[in-house]
C-alpha cells in the first residue's frame, strides 16, 4: 500500500520518468513484498528554484539533476529492510544512465494501516 511521490527535473523525458517509476515500483516490490498490483504513485517535474539539493551532504555529492522520492507505507518494516529499499532503488534508478545512485533523494514516511484509503471512503485496513 505505498503511496510514493517522485519528484524530477523540470525537462524529464517520458522514457526517464516511466524508467524512474518502474524501478521504484520494482524496488519496492523486491525488498518490501509490495504486490506487483500495489501500485500508487504521483510524478512531477520542478524546475532549478523548486527542486533544491545541497552540493555536499555526509560526503555524497549532488548534481542538479537530483531526484526526490517520498514512500509512505504501513509501519512495521526491518531496518534491513528500509536499508535494502534504499540500495536498490538507487541502484535501479541510476541503471538507466540518466540519474546518478547518488542523486537519488529517498524518505520514508511510515504510518499506520487504518489511515489508507482505497476508495469509496472506506477504511480497508481499519
Not at 18 to 44: C, G, K, M, W, Y
Not at 73 to 80: A, K, L, N, P, Q
Not at 82 to 90: G, H, I, Q
Request: glycine content about 6%; charged content about 20%.
Amino acid at each position: 500500500m505505498p503511496f510514493v511521490s517522485i519528484f524530477l527535473p523540470k525537462g524529464s523525458s517520458a522514457e526517464a520518468k516511466r524508467h524512474v517509476s518502474d524501478a521504484v515500483h520494482q524496488a519496492l516490490t523486491e525488498t518490501f513484498n509490495v504486490p506487483a498490483d500495489d501500485r500508487f504513485q504521483v510524478i512531477s517535474e520542478r524546475g532549478p528554484d523548486e527542486l533544491i539539493c545541497t552540493p555536499s551532504y555526509l560526503g555524497i555529492s549532488h548534481t542538479s539533476n537530483v531526484v526526490f522520492v517520498q514512500v509512505a507505507c504501513r509501519e512495521g518494516r526491518t531496518v534491513d529492510m528500509k536499508k535494502a529499499l534504499f540500495r536498490r532503488m538507487a541502484e535501479l534508478v541510476s541503471e538507466s544512465g540518466v540519474f546518478l545512485a547518488a542523486d537519488v533523494f529517498i524518505n520514508l514516511v511510515e504510518v499506520k494501516k487504518e489511515n489508507w484509503s482505497f476508495g469509496n471512503g472506506l477504511a480497508q485496513y481499519a
